[in-house]
Nanobody, 124 residues
Framework: VQLQACGGGLAQAGSSLRLSCVVS????????MGWFRQAPGKEREFVAA????????EYADSVKGRFIISRDYAANTMYLRMNSLNPEDTADYYC??????????????????WGQGTQVTVSS
């Protein structure tokens, strides 16, 4: 399975972006999936996750109420809608997938497959 993240770019504070993670090789129904981000000089951190079935979601406190994770089975794609962006959201964003899980997975160590990063820069 391959994951390709896209949709990043330059945004102004208060605006919105939508990231996409296009999955190829196997249906996303087989995976719990998540988004992580890594800012310059910082460790990779959890952003949001969605379970394999039922659509259960989890969010980092820093993005709760602003970001929405979702999936489109027909498009075999996962999304991250990012609203009310602020400069602290500036980072490289990565999507990930894990087969050996059903609910949302928060730990990066549990994920088996990763996409390349897509850069998000938020200006004040």
């Amino acid at each position: 399975v391959q994951l390709q993240a896209c949709g990043g770019g330059l945004a102004q504070a208060g605006s919105s972006l939508r990231l996409s993670c296009v999955v190829s090789g196997r249906s996303i129904r087989n995976y719990a999936m998540g988004w992580f981000r890594q800012a310059p000089g910082k460790e990779r951190e959890f952003v949001a996750a969605i379970g394999r079935v039922g659509g259960d979601t989890e969010y980092a406190d820093s993005v709760k109420g602003r970001f929405i994770i979702s999936r489109d089975y027909a498009a075999n794609t996962m999304y991250l809608r990012m609203n009310s962006l602020n400069p602290e959201d500036t980072a490289d964003y990565y999507c990930a997938a894990v087969q050996r899980a059903w609910g949302p997975v928060l730990s990066s160590h549990a994920y088996e497959y990763w996409g390349q990063g897509t850069q998000v820069t938020v200006s004040s």
